[in-house]
C-alpha cells in the first residue's frame, strides 16, 4: 500500500483549478529489473561456471592446471553465487536486489582479472620442441598444445560472457535501486471539472 501512488481528493484542491499538474514516483519501477529476464541470465551464468568448473576440474585431475586455472576455479564459485542470488531478486525485495548489484560487481570485477591473468599468464604444458621426439610424436604433441590453446580461448569466451551477464543484471539492478540515476517521477496532468454554480 505504501508503494502506491497518492491521489488527492476533490477537498483537496483549490476549487479554481482546471488543470493540475504534479509528479508521483513511478509506481511500476521495481519491475524494471524484470525487463532483464534475471531468471534466464542467472541460470546462464550458473551453467556456464559449472561448465568452467568442470573443465578446470578435469585439467586439474590430469596434473596440468596452472595458477590461472585456480583463480578461474575461485571465479566459477563466485559467479555461482552470484547467479543465485540473481534468481532470488527476482522477488523484487529491495535488500535481495542490493545484494545482487554487489555479487555481479564482484563476479563481473572477478572474471575481468581473470581474463587478464589468462592474457599474462600463458604456460605451455607441452615441449614439442623437444629435439628428441620422433616426428609422429612430434605431430601428436603439436595436436596437444593447439587442443590446449583452443582450451584457453573457450575459458577466455565463457569469462567474457560472464562479464557481459554480469553487467547486464548489474546495469538493471541499478535502475531499480536508484543508486546510479536520479529518482525517476512521472507527471501526472489532471483535468478537474468546475463546481456547478448552483
Not at 54 to 76: C, E, K, R
Request: proline share 6%; charged share 15%; with cysteine.
Amino acid at each position: 500500500m505504501a508503494d502506491e501512488p497518492q491521489i488527492e481528493s476533490w477537498e483537496d484542491r483549490n476549487p479554481g483549478e482546471i488543470l493540475d499538474i504534479r509528479f508521483q514516483k513511478n509506481p511500476n519501477q521495481k519491475l524494471k529489473y524484470l525487463e532483464a529476464e534475471p531468471k534466464i541470465l542467472g541460470v546462464t551464468q550458473i551453467a556456464l561456471a559449472v561448465f568452467l568448473s568442470f573443465a578446470i576440474l578435469l585439467f586439474y585431475v590430469n596434473g596440468m592446471s596452472t595458477i590461472a586455472d585456480a583463480v578461474s576455479g575461485g571465479t566459477s564459485v563466485i559467479i555461482i553465487i552470484a547467479g543465485r542470488v540473481a534468481i532470488a531478486a527476482q522477488n523484487l525485495h529491495l535488500p535481495t536486489l542490493k545484494a545482487c548489484l554487489g555479487m555481479q560487481v564482484v563476479a563481473c570485477t572477478t572474471s575481468v582479472i581473470c581474463i587478464l591473468l589468462h592474457l599474462s599468464v600463458f604456460t605451455s604444458l607441452f615441449h614439442c620442441w623437444d629435439p628428441d621426439l620422433e616426428p609422429s610424436q612430434r605431430t601428436i604433441c603439436r595436436h596437444l598444445e593447439t587442443g590446449f590453446e583452443n582450451y584457453l580461448a573457450l575459458q577466455k569466451l565463457v569469462l567474457s560472457v560472464q562479464i557481459a551477464l554480469s553487467a547486464t543484471l548489474a546495469a538493471y539492478c541499478c535502475k531499480v535501486i536508484q543508486c546510479c540515476c536520479p529518482t525517476s517521477s512521472m507527471p501526472v496532468i489532471t483535468v478537474n471539472r468546475l463546481p456547478d454554480p448552483r
